[in-house]
């Protein structure tokens, strides 16, 4: 079964709205999680390291202030694309991995996609 | 810097075997994954290779030679619901298991 699971997998709205996507792991706590967007017919790009308790690393060339992640608990992460527009209209996937061992895999959120109109 | 190289497409007839490669430049070296991903879904794990030579998963096998910066995925028995794509990705240096991918090489099965 699933072991990270993200919410909402599909967003319509209208430009200007600020969405909020969920992400959990569930058989895990991970104090690390990660978020990336996906263009169509392309690879996956790391937006930024979610930190439980602390600010979250953004990659070069993203917004914090525009894409804002909380990591309160160790169990959840939330994206907030604030006031989207079209060209934010993307896949957006989350990931985490079990802290227990090393190099363990990186399990995805079967992810969300964002339309923003 | 740190780079993945994958070709980006390829086809192949159902039935058949197929060799997906992938070039890597990484600071430090912390293992090589590759995740299948079909369109519009998430990509799920195939495999994880640290150390030299060739795992093999049921019809699925990876092959890494660290030496070279290279590995292969290598599927068998090809089906049609083997089309997708298929991600070759690197920890980075740093630990946190963050991971740099290539750009994926999307492979179409044929009857």
């Known amino acids: 079964g699933a072991v990270v699971s993200q919410h909402p997998s599909r967003v319509i709205c209208k430009s200007g709205t600020s969405v909020k996507i969920e992400c959990r792991s569930l058989?895990?706590?991970?104090?690390?999680m990660f978020w990336y967007r996906q263009f169509p017919k392309q690879s996956l790009m790391l937006m930024a390291t979610?930190?439980?308790?602390?600010?979250?690393?953004?990659e070069q060339g993203v917004e914090k202030d525009k894409f804002l992640i909380n990591h309160a608990s160790l169990t959840l992460s939330t994206l907030t694309v604030t006031s989207a527009h079209p060209e934010d209209s993307s896949f957006y996937i989350c990931?985490?991995?079990?802290?227990?061992?090393?190099?363990?895999?990186?399990?995805f959120g079967d992810g969300t996609r964002l339309s923003i109109l | 810097g740190q780079n993945i190289d994958q070709p980006t497409e390829m086809t192949a007839t159902e039935g058949a075997i197929v060799q997906i490669n992938c070039t890597y430049q990484?600071?430090?070296?912390?293992?090589l994954f590759w995740y299948q991903q079909h369109a519009g879904e998430a990509p799920t794990f195939l495999s994880y290779?640290?150390?030299?030579g060739l795992e093999e998963k049921g019809r699925f096998s990876s092959f890494l030679s660290r030496s070279k910066g290279y590995s292969y995925l290598l599927l068998k028995e090809l089906q049609m619901k083997d089309s997708a794509s298929y991600l070759c990705?690197?920890?980075?240096?740093?630990?946190?298991?963050?991971?740099?991918f290539g750009a994926g090489t999307r492979l179409a099965v044929h009857p």
């Open positions: 990931s985490a991995s079990d802290p227990g061992a090393s190099n363990q895999p990186q399990h």
């Open positions: 058989d895990f706590q991970a104090t690390t």
């Open positions: 979610s930190n439980e308790g602390s600010k979250a690393t953004y």
């Open positions: 990484t600071s430090g070296f912390n293992g």
């Open positions: 290779n640290v150390l030299d």
């Open positions: 990705a690197a920890p980075l240096s740093g630990g946190y298991n963050k991971l740099i």
